[in-house]
């Protein structure tokens, strides 16, 4: 199906990309539940393609339930066993312990900041970076800011969430917006 659009290169290999890209991806989340999911979901993803995560994403928010964050970090061994188990997710063990390690950490970051929110915008003086790539070759994987908050968040207990998968988490969730020129989607959420 072609609708003459032009997308991000990544965009174009499947109808689930497509529609991530259009609809989700660089649109700035402010919602602490959703900014969570998308800690999450990045985490996951280390290692694999997002089309991976795209296609057990409804499994993904079933199996943990709606990454509430005061849910998972009451999660006990028992329940972290029963994800191991699960057909329908990402069922590495480190992987499926860092949401957990996140969550707790998520609860404390909440005394000192408020909200996951605040604390992640600040970063940026609430407002998105935009940038202005003309070629995917162009888009770093990590950025002097992703090392930053990384260092920052492993620091307050975060854990799997290196400087790269900051950097992808910070485009999915809007603090940066790194459409190309040349995408029709680039301007659609300013």
């Not at 072609?2 to 290169?9: A, E, G, V, W």
């Not at 991530?20 to 800690?39: E, G, I, S, T």
């Not at 600040?122 to 260092?151: C, G, H, M, Y």
């Amino acid at each position: 199906m072609t609708d003459n659009l032009t997308r991000c290169p990544w965009a174009n290999k499947d109808p689930l990309s497509r529609a991530y890209h259009d609809q989700v991806w660089a649109r700035p989340v402010y919602d602490d539940r959703k900014l969570f999911k998308f800690l999450s979901l990045e985490l996951m993803q280390a290692g694999l393609s997002w089309s991976t995560i795209l296609k057990k994403a409804e499994g993904l928010d079933q199996a943990f339930d709606n990454f509430n964050p005061d849910l998972i970090a009451s999660y006990e061994e028992e329940k972290i066993q029963a994800l191991m188990n699960n057909p329908e997710i990402i069922r590495n063990q480190r992987k499926i312990r860092a949401v957990v390690t996140n969550a707790k950490a998520y609860k404390n970051l909440l005394k000192d900041f408020g909200s996951l929110s605040a604390y992640l915008w600040a970063f940026v003086d609430n407002k998105p970076i935009i940038n202005s790539w003309q070629d995917q070759s162009q888009v770093p994987a990590k950025t002097d800011l992703s090392e930053r908050i990384s260092k920052d968040m492993k620091a307050r207990g975060f854990s799997f969430l290196g400087p790269t998968i900051i950097y992808s988490f910070m485009q999915a969730v809007g603090l940066v917006n790194d459409h190309l020129l040349s995408c029709d989607f680039r301007d659609s959420h300013l």
